[in-house]
């Protein structure tokens, strides 16, 4: 699939910081990659380097296979963490002002705006000021703002913070909804819920370095140890069973709400799940068996702990290019 | 380029058709007017001390200070010949004061002395010191065998006419108060405007800053163009406002006119060269207070009919002066350097606005900014108003940071070609050069949150 955007060996430094080390990262078209990353962990600055706000100190960053200009801003969409609207604007100025700051005409823009307002059931808020509708309805006319232009890439830093669980669902389908239509989209968070719904890819970054890569499902296979699950609607004694099965650890016992009681054994080489499923069927009535793959927030916890203490300050600052 | 418009676009529009801006752009010339008519009328009618006061009076030559004619608010009574209870009456409120002279010559009356419970406000040690050297000097004439009569007969009275002698041999009419006027009110609407507008273009990279609005808009705009944009929109915003206080000032004034018309008086020749004079250089429009009533007082006196000898005389004391005046550099002088002056202030304005992170973070940046601005202005109304074309006034109206002042109070005067190509050319580099600085400043500074910038941060950042 060809890339978007590439960055290759990126880094900036402010002052004394390095808030970016030897980044690289390739977005696919149509793909959807996830930036995870604690707070401070140099996500923003990296974005900000993607979106054209600042530039690298070294390394390059491509689009579409050149080097990356201003004018390329135009076919990327831009969603900040720390976003807002003018509050004494209306809904439909204010969205004709960013589509034109997009690059459209304004015959284009005014199709556009009417587009998307209607796509979201919000016409007859158009001629209302931004201080006069919800902070709901205002978070979708943030999201709108981004997309008016049909972008080639939508980078969201954070989208969802802020948003109520409704208009959270109601941005998920629109985001699935563009990426199916061919948009790629760059979704930067250090909240997991979502990324494992939507992300085909994922890096983590983590003190400004890039600490993990790859496919969701490929990750999430990589960092499944051997580990599997099996479930009775009562307890189960383990211990003969145990010695005689040899080589497989019991590493936890939960009950859950539904009544069943869950054991998680850490198989082996010499020990494989088909022997495991034997041995747990000859135990009772056996409801569940499963491998435990560990979730992504469990992978970027991780990840997360078995490097040093994060970046100290939550001061955001450019630099000078 | 098509950024800077859509910022341009945006900055105008919102404020032009913001209720505020409208309802201001009104009542602004009104409220002005209203401000003048109440400081002269404070100034002149409620100024004094109009209480009467009882003075006991006390001297060596008799009947100096006893007597008709006592200063005005005041009831003088012979002092006691014991100077304790004098001082003792003084004290307790029976009498406001006692004035004491000594002296028998009255050539130099240096010991007269005023004593009273509470001090005197200047005017009246003044006044009191006026009188009696008055008093003095018509003794003196008396003692020469001179009557009062004879006096003021002998006084003689003086009037000096100024005329200009232009390079073609002409010799023209000229005010010296009127171009110092003209001047001054130039000067002061730049002062307003560039503190106004600026202070707008600043609140306005705030509220983007504060909003967070700022960092979706610099992902598609460079930062030098949003804070062109901003600049230039605020810059348009004012121009609209004059336009349309021109427009209401000659709307005013020609409406008032029309209706002195129909009431009987053709226009007379005067009028008409005066009302073309107006329409040709739109002086009206300039300034709302003033001109207009100077323009007004030039109509209303041509119709002749009720109006006032006093109106007339002030017409035809005008009406050359203002013909002969230096009309299209004037406005040319005036034009150029309110937008060199405005376009250089605003992008400092908007620099302090992208740096702070809050309104109460401004003041430690404004000071020096508006500091030049201040010094200005009082360059304007003493140096320049009184040798316009001294080397100090000429020094000032070169520096870039007080020229837009200056230079247009010299303007009326008549300000060599030479003089103003070079202020203006300084003007003009100084403003690109700022421009460049303050955008460095704009750029880092609308990203920058958490704490309070400080002199050092800004310096970091131009580098």
Redesign the interface.
């Known amino acids: 699939m060809s890339k978007v955007i590439e960055a290759i060996n990126v880094c900036k430094t402010f002052g004394e910081q390095r808030v970016s080390k030897n980044i690289d990262l390739a977005v696919s078209q149509g793909s959807i990659y996830g930036l995870l990353g604690p707070n401070g962990a140099g996500k923003t600055t990296l974005i900000?380097m993607l979106?054209?706000?600042t530039q690298p100190d070294s390394g390059e960053i491509l689009f579409k296979g050149e080097p990356l200009k201003?004018s390329h801003?135009?076919l990327?969409g831009?969603?900040?963490e720390?976003?807002?609207?003018?509050?004494?604007?209306t809904v439909a100025?204010q969205l004709l002002?960013?589509a034109?700051?997009?690059?459209l005409s304004i015959k284009d823009a005014k199709a556009s705006v009417k587009h998307w307002l209607q796509r979201l059931d919000m016409m007859e808020w158009a001629r209302k000021k931004v201080e006069e509708i919800s902070k709901g309805m205002a978070q979708k006319v943030q999201f709108v703002?981004?997309v008016l232009h049909n972008p080639q890439l939508l980078i969201l830093d954070e989208p969802f913070s802020g948003f109520d669980p409704v208009n959270a669902d109601l941005i998920k389908d629109l985001i699935i909804e563009l990426k199916n239509q061919g948009t790629s989209i760059i979704f930067s968070t250090h909240r997991m819920d979502n990324v494992e719904s939507l992300c085909d890819h994922l890096a983590i970054i983590h003190q400004g370095e890039k600490v993990l890569d790859g496919g969701v499902s490929d990750i999430r296979r990589k960092y499944a140890k051997g580990i599997y699950e099996v479930g009775y609607y009562q307890s189960v004694e383990w211990d003969a069973g145990m010695s005689a099965a040899g080589e497989s650890t019991l590493i936890s016992e939960q009950q859950h709400s539904d009544g069943k009681v869950v054991y998680r054994f850490q198989t082996s080489e010499s020990f494989t799940p088909e022997q495991l499923l034997k041995l747990a069927m000859g135990k009772g009535n056996l409801v569940h068996f499963s491998e435990h793959v560990p979730s992504i927030h469990e992978i970027f916890v991780d990840t997360v702990s078995k490097t040093a203490e994060p970046i100290a300050g939550?001061?955001?600052?450019?630099?000078?290019s | 380029m098509k950024n800077i418009f859509v910022i341009f676009k945006r900055e105008y529009l919102t404020r032009v058709k913001n209720k505020t801006f409208i309802i201001m752009t009104f009542l602004a010339p009104l409220l002005m007017v209203g401000f003048y008519a109440a400081t002269i009328y404070i100034a002149t009618e409620t100024g004094d001390d109009d209480r009467t006061k009882t003075v006991y009076v006390s001297d060596n030559n008799p009947e100096l200070l006893l007597s008709h004619n006592p200063p005005a608010n005041y009831v003088l009574l012979p002092a006691p010949s014991d100077s304790d209870s004098a001082l003792a009456h003084v004290e307790r409120g029976l009498v406001h004061g006692w004035l004491s002279v000594e002296d028998r010559d009255l050539r130099v009356v240096d010991s007269a002395t005023y004593y009273t419970s509470e001090t005197p406000s200047i005017t009246e040690k003044e006044s009191l010191k006026e009188w009696i050297r008055n008093k003095a000097t018509q003794r003196q004439f008396a003692r020469l065998g001179l009557r009062e009569g004879q006096i003021d007969s002998l006084q003689s009275s003086c009037s000096l006419e100024t005329k200009e002698v232009t390079g073609q041999g002409d010799v023209k009419e000229s005010s010296s108060g009127l171009k110092s006027g003209i001047g001054f009110a130039l000067a002061f609407m730049i002062y307003i405007f560039i503190f106004v507008y600026g202070s707008m273009v600043m609140r306005s990279a705030m509220e983007e800053k504060t909003n967070r609005i700022v960092e979706v808009i610099v992902s598609s705009v460079k930062p030098f163009d949003l804070m062109m944009g901003k600049i230039l929109g605020v810059a348009a915003v004012g121009l609209t406002q004059f336009v349309a206080w021109i427009v209401l000032a000659v709307g005013l004034v020609f409406g008032i006119s029309a209706l002195f018309l129909n009431s009987g008086n053709g226009m007379t020749t005067q009028q008409a060269v005066q009302t073309g004079i107006e329409a040709r250089t739109g002086m009206r429009g300039m300034d709302a207070g003033s001109g207009t009533a100077v323009s007004m007082g030039g109509e209303m006196s041509a119709q002749g009919s009720d109006m006032t000898s006093g109106a007339r005389d002030m017409a035809a004391e005008f009406t050359e002066p203002l013909s002969n005046l230096p009309y299209f550099q004037i406005l040319a002088v005036f034009l150029l350097f309110f937008v060199g002056g405005y376009l250089l202030y605003s992008s400092f304005f908007a620099a302090i606005g992208s740096a702070v992170n809050q309104e109460s973070d401004v003041q430690q940046f404004m000071m020096p900014v508006t500091l030049p601005l201040v010094f200005g202005f009082v360059i304007a109304q003493t140096v320049a108003l009184k040798a316009p074309h001294g080397a100090m006034a000429k020094l000032f109206s070169m520096i870039p940071l007080t020229s837009p002042i200056v230079m247009v109070v010299r303007a009326p005067f008549g300000v060599p070609f030479s003089e103003l190509a070079l202020s203006f050319g300084l003007l003009v580099l100084t403003f690109v050069l700022m421009v460049w600085l303050s955008s460095r400043i704009y750029r880092i500074g609308i990203l920058s949150y958490g704490k309070k910038p400080t002199w050092k941060d800004l310096w970091k950042w131009l580098r």
């Open positions: 900000r979106s054209t706000i201003e801003a135009q990327m831009y969603m900040p720390e976003r807002g609207l003018y509050k004494k604007m100025d002002f960013f034109e700051l997009r690059g703002s981004c939550a001061t955001i600052a450019a630099e000078p």
